[in-house]
């Protein structure tokens, strides 16, 4: 079955970087698009960035972009989320979400999310 | 700036049913927005209830339906049960590359 693991939460100081990972297994990961999407304290949920299957292409929400870089290695089964310039407002539960392999890649499967907390 | 609008907070009775909508600020929902339905219950991750309208996922009850109606994406309980007491989010595919969550509704079950 799909299996997503998110890892490399923690605790930043503002201004800092954070690598999350996405490791994903029960699937051919080279041929789906994946997703983050985060959900602050308290809030609803937000979506982040999306990746095609072959990292052709890259979405980001306005709220990150410039700030935050998705990528993938196909050879690892894995999708990661490279956080820069992280600010108080980054603070969230970071979920990595399956696509549909369709055009509108809605969000298949979830994993378990991983927090970040950005603090001094 | 693209909104998209749930009820913030809605209640059903054990039994019941109940509709909860997902509109846009500025527009009409139609069915090119592809509107896609997600649960979450406190302290886990969300569940795929509906996609593209009105297709349930995999393993979800025939209770769930998607549908539109008038011009706002909607999720019907039908015989809620307690353990559909959860936050509900929808989405919109808005095209090139962006999807926007509504705000999501609290849906108490008493």
């Known amino acids: ?120 | 700036q693209t909104v998209v609008t749930q009820e913030p907070s809605f209640s059903v009775s054990p039994g019941g049913t109940v509709t909860l909508t997902c509109g846009l600020s500025s527009g009409s929902v139609s069915t090119d927005y592809y509107p896609s339905w997600y649960q979450q219950t406190p302290g886990q991750a969300p569940h795929t209830l509906i996609y593209n309208t009105n297709t349930r996922s995999s393993g979800v009850p025939d209770r769930f339906s998607g549908s539109i109606l008038g011009d706002k994406a909607a999720l019907t309980i039908t015989g809620a049960q307690a353990d559909d007491e959860s936050d509900y989010y929808c989405v919109l595919y808005m095209g090139s590359g962006i999807w926007v969550f509504g705000g999501g509704t609290k849906l108490t079950v008493l």
């Open chain 1, 1 to 120: 079955q799909v299996q997503l693991v998110e890892s490399g939460g923690g605790v930043v100081q503002p201004g800092g970087s954070l690598r999350l990972s996405c490791a994903a297994s029960g699937f051919t990961f080279s041929t789906y698009g994946m997703h983050w999407v985060r959900q602050a304290p308290g809030k609803g949920l937000e979506w982040v960035a999306f990746i095609r299957y072959d990292g052709s292409n890259k979405y980001y929400a306005d709220s990150v972009k410039g700030r935050i870089t998705i990528s993938r290695d196909n050879s690892k089964n894995t999708l990661y989320l490279q956080m820069n310039s992280l600010r108080a407002e980054d603070t969230a539960v970071y979920y990595c979400a399956k696509g549909c392999a369709c055009s509108y890649e809605y969000f298949h499967h979830w994993g378990q999310g991983t927090l970040v907390t950005v603090s001094s």
